[in-house]
């Protein structure tokens, strides 16, 4: 079954990347960064049920590639707050939730053009706050306006007939029902398209939302929600609260009014929430939903039958790209003996020639990682690489102030050692030869994550296998292992990288949903 078209909109389409090789986009870019840094450092406030809450304590967040300079000032919720907030979602649901469906799906596709109307701006936010380079916070956005047309055209699907068969004497027929208010927890690195993705699923489907952005993200995050406001989202169905997650999100996860979390993190969090909302506090009337997508140590597989100058690139913007920050960021480059030699020095030629500094200069491919404790981290991965394997290019901090690290490449590692299992979450690539195609599948496939791979193989033998035995959520074959589109490469992952919610894909509005079967025994007349 296709996905709703809708009548004036049409079929869905991505949404085209801006070129900035064009000078007008380039010149838009920059006037847009020149306008955003003039409103850096001001103070937001919690929104709830609309009203502006300012609390004792703070919280800044602050540009990775300038750490002194401060993006926003926003205010640390506390458990009580959390309370309200759920408390005032959950009111709102009776009302939201009867909204008709088509209403709903309007405000996405008024989200949508906000998004593109604002684009450049929203851009310079990423590029300001996460260190995303120009290129990267360009295909973010897109992302977001791709959930928000896609999601509104699955809901017009949703909210129409649903092939029940009929028995005789009776009217049969399903209904799709939101399920009530939840916690959308996004993480910081997808900054646009994740938190609107989570946010316009549920509100889409008639749910309403206490959005609780990442301690790194908060001042992208507001201007999502003022897109959503202004889009038509009431603000009794949408909550702003920033607060840290330990404390003020574990009460917005345990209250017995909350009745799903839709989450997009790490392991460790990932499974702390689905252990907290698996406990049922007094007066909980449900089994709380989670949809919980996580972590990835994601491999290319790089097979002697492959054209080792397209995998060789396909390895480098995969593990690079963003800082190698991405979930579906190659970490493992799985490489065959026979060309195991020439894909390393051409590998790290080709990583020599990547550029690392400020993400507001498009000069550079890596910008930042995205603050000190992550720099400080992949700084320890990249000793206990020293040991695991050979450093045959970077593992120094680049040239800067900002939290910028060189891209790093680590040969030799062995498929057990902590650098082939742990997500590392920054552009530290390990390689590992392989003996041959069988070895390097249980490599593979030997981690306890499952989310993205690919496999660079002429033989279309090899290829049919891996479709079948290589074991993650998106697999791509002769290209990058990142970049996966709405509503083209539905994405999830398997094992611990998640639930496999299948994000941009035709199962996902079910996850904020339950259904409603209705028989009714016709009267004789
Ligand atoms: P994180 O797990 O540290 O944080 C994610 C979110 O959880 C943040 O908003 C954070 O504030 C919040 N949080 C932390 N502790 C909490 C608690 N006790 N209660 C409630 N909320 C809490 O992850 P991150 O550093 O923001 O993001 C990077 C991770 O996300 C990586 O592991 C990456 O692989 C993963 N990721 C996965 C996908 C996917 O689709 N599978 C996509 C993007 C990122």
């Known amino acids: 079954m296709g996905t709703a078209t809708h009548p004036k909109r049409g079929e869905f389409r991505n949404e085209p990347l801006t070129d900035f090789s064009k000078a007008e986009n380039r010149k838009a870019q920059q006037q847009a960064l020149d306008k955003v840094k003039a409103e850096l450092g001001r103070e937001y406030p919690l929104l709830i049920d609309g009203e502006e809450i300012h609390t004792a304590e703070k919280t800044k967040s602050t540009n990775p590639s300038h750490p002194e300079q401060v993006v926003g000032v926003f205010q640390k919720a506390t458990p009580e707050l959390a309370v309200r907030a759920i408390e005032s979602a959950h009111r709102a649901f009776d009302t939201w939730k009867r909204v008709a469906a088509e209403k709903r799906a309007e405000c996405l596709f008024r989200a949508a053009d906000i998004f593109r109307k604002r684009r450049f701006e929203l851009n310079a936010w990423m590029i300001y706050e996460v260190g995303k380079t120009w290129p990267e916070a360009d295909a973010d956005i897109a992302e977001a306006i791709d959930f928000c047309e896609y999601y509104g055209r699955e ?26 208010a939840g916690v959308v927890i996004p993480p910081w690195n997808f900054p646009s398209a994740i938190p609107t993705g989570m946010v316009g699923a549920a509100l889409v489907t008639g749910n309403t939302v206490v959005l609780k952005p990442s301690s790194d993200a908060m001042a992208i995050a ?5 897109a959503m406001y202004e889009a038509g989202i009431p603000k009794h169905a949408l909550h702003f609260f920033t607060g840290p997650g330990s404390t003020a999100g574990d009460a917005l996860i345990a209250n017995p009014k909350t009745r799903f979390i839709a989450f997009t993190g790490s392991k460790e969090v990932g499974l702390h929430i689905s252990e907290l909302a698996g406990k049922a506090p007094k007066g909980q009337i449900w089994i709380k ?17 492959a054209d080792v100058d397209a995998a060789v690139e396909g390895v480098a913007v995969s593990a690079f790209g963003y800082q190698g920050q991405k979930c579906s960021a190659c970490s493992r480059a799985i490489v065959s003996e026979k060309v195991y030699k020439e894909f390393v020095d051409k590998l790290t030629k080709r990583v020599q020639t990547i550029k690392v500094g400020p993400s507001e200069d498009p000069a550079n491919y890596m910008g930042p ?7 400080k981290s ?12 050979k450093v045959v290019t970077g593992g120094k901090r680049a040239a800067g102030d900002g939290y910028f690290l060189e891209p790093t490449v680590i040969a030799d590692v062995k498929p057990n050692a902590r650098l082939a299992q742990e997500e590392i979450f920054g552009p530290v690539l390990a390689v590992i030869p392989a003996k041959d195609f069988d070895d390097a599948l249980k490599i593979a496939n030997g981690t306890e994550f499952g989310l993205t791979g690919a496999l660079y193989s002429k033989n279309p033998k090899k290829i049919a296998r891996a479709a079948e035995e290589f074991h993650v959520g998106n697999l791509y074959f002769n290209r990058k292992c990142t970049g996966a589109l709405v509503g083209v490469q539905p994405f999830g992952g398997f094992n611990m990288s998640g639930t496999d919610s299948k994000a941009g894909g035709q199962d996902y509005l079910l996850l904020f949903l339950q259904g409603k079967s209705v028989s009714e025994k016709l009267q004789k007349h």
Not at 222 to 226: A, Y
Not at 289 to 300: H, N, P, W, Y
Not at 369 to 375: D, G, H, I
Request: aromatic share 6%; glycine share 10%.
């Open 289 to 305: 939903r989670t949809v919980l997508e996580m972590g990835g140590k994601d491999a290319i597989v790089v097979d002697e039958e």
């Open 155 to 180: 809901m017009l699907r949703l909210a129409g007939p649903q092939p029940v068969l009929q028995a005789p004497g009776e009217k049969n027929y399903l209904l799709y029902i939101p399920l009530g």
């Open 222 to 226: 507001w201007q999502l929600v003022e």
């Open 378 to 389: 992949m700084l320890e991965y990249v000793e206990v690489g020293k040991k695991e394997g």
């Open 369 to 375: 990682v995205v603050n000190a404790n992550a720099l």
